[in-house]
DNA sequence: CGAGTTTGACCCGCGC
DNA sequence: GCGCGGGTCAAACTCG
């Protein structure tokens, strides 16, 4: 946990990827090839999973349409494993009990299944542990939150960003030398998780991908669905606080705020820009172009204003 | 003492 | 089938 003025002091630093050291340091290709995979910005992007996340997740942002094409590169979920309707996806909160209704249901019934068949060992608790963990991840590994991931300029990892969270793991990245840490969402029932991680190629820039939705209002955001209003933008207030993305709180609100107005909220500024929350079909093929272009694998990256911060790495490509 | 962090072990999916 | 890497767990530990 950081101090305040530790945390102002980084929010000094913070500074939008857009314009700075990763654009001239190395395409973003490169970036996401080193140890941020493409998909694991916006890694929900089946099909299928195109109708939830437009219906859902995007739809929080206030997004529809752009997001069908925009994300099915790099899908690695099988559809078959994803959530069942846009109901029991990415609308709902991701809650343990409610992420995926055919995934809670199995779950649970795979669960009591283990039990009994582990009642008959007591001495193998752990064992039964484990079995019940591993039936968890079976049916958990499937269904896979939307992930919304965007790099900040600062100098500490753990940005805050209104809500708690609770340090669960922590890996070495490969062909990085800085860690990525795992973080859990401290209030029960709120299963939303965000990874930490440093960019190696320039270590100044902290790469935050935040899972799942919250289910709560932050607590440290009495009344987050003024954020959305704050923000001025097409962002529902339900996806900032579903992403808990960096920004204005009580405590922090000047500076966030201060930030918001002079780079703006990436949230904001690209969202609002881009005509997010219309529906129009004008961001859809701007947006389809950069991924494109991107997907191509061939341009640097230039300025795109705040749509770095927000938009994966493959979408900030441009010819 | 409770909440949060650290860290080694484990599991799983994926690529070869 | 095997190895690797990502993600998670949970015991031990730290901190307030």
Redesign the pocket.
Known sequence: ?HTFMERKEALKMEDYVMGNSINSNSSFCDYTGN?FPLQ?VFDSCSEEDNNKFSLGFMELLGVQDFTCPLFDVAQ???VSTKMESPEQGFNLPATPNSSSVSSASSEAVNDEHVKVEDDQDEEDDQQK??KQ??V???NQ??QREPRFAFMTKSEVD?LEDGY????????????SPFP?????C?STSCNV?K?VERSFTDPSIVVTTY?GQHTHPSPLMPRPNLVGSTINSGISAGAAAAFSVPMQRNTQSHYYYQQQQQHQHPFANSLSSSNFGHNGPSIDSSFLHERRLCTSGQSLLKDHGLLQDIIPSHMLKEE
Request: glycine residues 6%; positive net charge; aromatic residues 10%.
């Open positions: 946990m140890g694991s690695q979920v099988p542990n484990k963990l591993k968890k991840k079976t590994k499937r753990h708690r969270w609770r340090k669960y793991g922590q890996k070495a990245v490969k062909n990525r840490s795992y973080y859990r401290t998780k990874r899972e």
